[in-house]
């Protein structure tokens, strides 16, 4: 069994939607960022890198390849778990955070778990989303933007 952490932030802008898990959530503000700035699949990317020792969604999609820009994040989560797989380990589960102070994200967690889930192909029993505000602290506090924990499990499928 191998486990590894991932964090990811943008901060808001205007003009964009707010994706988050691959939902498109109704929001005024999207995220800024290279691609489509889902911070909780590249948390949950870099998480799952970290657990195969394979680096971080930086070092395979860097923000100064112009292949990437706008990217939609789900494709780059697929593309990792094709690369957790080839490197012979399966997705045991994932635990995310999500700390916002806006959107209430309550409504949306079980859709973000069901394409996530379609996303690793894995069960969406595999994955738990959790929403936290940063009780009016800093700059998450202050609504600037949005922060995303999130750990992984894998489990070594061939020797």
């Known amino acids: ?3 590894g952490i991932g964090y990811d932030s943008h901060r808001f802008t205007a003009g964009r939607p707010l994706v988050l898990g691959g939902v498109n959530v109704p ?3 999207g995220l800024a960022g290279h691609s489509d700035a889902d911070a909780l699949l ?3 990317g870099d998480a799952l ?3 195969a020792a394979l680096g971080d969604i930086g070092t395979h999609f860097p923000d100064t390849d112009p292949r990437w820009k706008d990217a939609n994040s789900g494709d780059l989560l697929r593309a ?5 797989s080839a490197s012979g380990y399966s997705i045991e589960n994932i635990d995310a955070t999500v700390i916002a102070e806006q959107p209430e994200l309550s409504p949306y967690i ?3 778990r069901s394409a996530i889930a379609e996303l690793l192909q894995i069960s969406s029993s595999q994955i738990s989303i959790k929403g936290k505000t940063n009780e009016k602290m ?6 600037e933007g949005i922060a995303c924990l999130a ?3 894998l489990d070594k499928t061939s020797p």
């Open 80 to 84: 990792i778990a094709q690369k957790i």
């Open 1 to 3: 069994m191998r486990a």
């Open 42 to 44: 590249h948390a949950i």
């Open 138 to 143: 800093g700059w998450l506090g202050r609504g």
């Open 49 to 51: 890198l970290g657990a």
């Open 110 to 112: 079980g859709q973000m």
């Open 27 to 29: 929001f005024p503000s």
């Open 151 to 153: 750990v992984a499990l």
